[in-house]
């Protein structure tokens, strides 16, 4: 049984043990599900299988399909993949995991693939680090999981891959391909040719000025670490909504530099709209509470970069009665200790700062 009491697959075989096929392999054999897996990349495969993520896929005929069969491979090679899995009778149902929807399946169909048992998804999880040491079976965890069934697509189908990712905790969304791949390249896939606009001005950077980064720049070039050879399969395979979106985003920032060397108070206003605008833009992004978004208080604590530190203040919220919300920590560079930053509702933030202050932490007034 899963998490919130639903079934799980009995028997899954997962196809690419990279950072999302593995940690889905992990999340089923948390609920108890058989896992078995296959990838061409044999250190890949062993590492995931050393991590208990499941058995190796025999090389034989398999005794009997099985329920689900997840193909956690790049968008230009689901349909090929899908192929060869249906012709080897891997499952009695399929799904991917990759983040463009169009294009693979049209691509499928091209094929001749059987779509009537293929329901093509994607769980909206991840990390800017790649690979099955990077999986975690809690990935997944109340993270929405796009399903993109087509009009061929059986009921029965449709169910098991729902029953599937439910069972790694997640929520799953039924959208159209073409809305889901203009939905992503709006809050996923432009956000992270961005953020690689921005990191790439480091390359040049001075001594002087990445010595004078912050916290603020780490969290807005944070996913461009991610892998780019993994990205420009994505890039390509979304092209065209990605491009939109880019071109609307470099038109505001053409005429926030314009404007900026304009220098007068006018232009400052024009500029301060487009500051406002993205104000605006990111309250409305769901969080803890879904889509009504909660103001929170921030109590700020200077904390020795030292063991159990965290897991004290933790504890003395709990003795407050205080529900920590979020935090986030930035470390002075070159001295053992960082400034710790707990978001709380605001009528408890009072609260939590005396307790702190009387157990000897530094909580600024």
């Known amino acids: 049984m899963s998490a919130e009491g639903g079934a799980?697959?009995?028997?899954?075989?997962?196809?690419?043990?990279?950072?999302?096929g593995t940690s889905i392999a992990l999340a089923l054999r948390e609920r108890g599900a058989e896992v078995l897996l296959t990838d061409r990349d044999?250190?890949?495969?062993?590492?995931?299988?050393?991590?208990?993520?499941?058995?190796?896929l025999p090389s034989g005929a398999q005794a009997a399909p099985a329920d689900v069969a997840v193909l956690a491979v790049p968008p230009a090679a689901v349909a090929v993949t899908l192929l060869d899995a249906q012709k080897r009778g891997l499952a009695r149902v399929y799904t991917d995991v990759a983040s463009v929807k169009a294009l693979p399946l049209a691509q499928a169909a091209e094929l001749g693939c059987d779509l009537s048992v293929f329901v093509a998804g994607h769980p909206l999880a991840g990390?800017?680090?790649?690979?099955?040491?990077?999986?975690?079976?809690?990935?997944?965890?109340?993270?929405?999981?796009?399903?993109?069934?087509?009009?061929?697509?059986?009921?029965?189908?449709?169910?098991?891959?729902?029953?599937l990712a439910r069972a790694c905790g997640a929520e799953t969304v039924v959208v159209p391909a073409d809305e889901h791949d203009r939905a992503v390249a709006l809050v996923s896939h432009?956000?992270?040719?961005?953020?690689?606009?921005?990191?790439?001005?480091?390359?040049?950077?001075?001594?002087?000025?990445?010595?004078?980064?912050?916290?603020?720049?780490?969290?807005?070039?944070?996913?461009?670490a991610s892998d780019p050879r993994l990205w420009i399969g994505i890039l390509s395979a979304n092209a065209a909504p990605v491009a939109a979106v880019l071109e609307s985003v470099a038109t505001d920032l053409a005429v926030a530099a314009s404007l900026l060397r304009d220098g007068s108070d006018g232009a400052a206003a024009h500029?301060?709209?487009?500051?406002?605008?993205?104000?605006?833009?990111r309250s409305r992004l769901p969080g803890k509470y879904g889509d009504g978004a909660k103001e929170f208080a921030t109590v700020s604590v200077v904390i020795p970069d030292r063991p159990g530190?965290?897991?004290?203040?933790?504890?003395?919220?709990?003795?407050?009665?205080?529900?920590?919300e979020d935090v986030t920590i930035e470390?002075?560079?070159g001295r053992p200790l960082g400034v710790l930053?707990?978001?709380?509702?605001?009528?408890?933030?009072?609260?939590?700062?005396?307790?702190?202050?009387?157990?000897?932490?530094s909580v600024p007034r």
């Not at 690979?131 to 697509?153: I, N, V």
């Open 190 to 224: 432009a956000p992270h040719v961005v953020s690689a606009a921005v990191a790439a001005r480091f390359t040049g950077a001075d001594d002087t000025a990445l010595g004078l980064a912050g916290q603020g720049v780490r969290d807005v070039t944070r996913i461009a």
């Open 8 to 20: 799980v697959p009995g028997r899954v075989v997962i196809v690419g043990t990279g950072l999302i």
């Open 127 to 163: 990390s800017e680090r790649s690979g099955p040491a990077a999986a975690r079976f809690d990935l997944f965890l109340g993270r929405p999981w796009a399903l993109c069934p087509t009009d061929a697509a059986t009921p029965g189908a449709v169910a098991a891959v729902t029953e």
């Open 331 to 333: 470390h002075a560079r």
């Open 309 to 324: 530190e965290l897991a004290m203040i933790f504890q003395a919220a709990g003795v407050a009665g205080v529900n920590i």
């Open 271 to 281: 500029v301060a709209d487009l500051l406002l605008r993205g104000n605006a833009g």
């Open 42 to 56: 044999e250190g890949a495969l062993a590492l995931a299988v050393e991590l208990g993520a499941g058995d190796p």
């Open 341 to 361: 930053e707990i978001a709380v509702r605001p009528e408890a933030a009072g609260k939590l700062a005396d307790e702190l202050r009387s157990r000897g932490w």
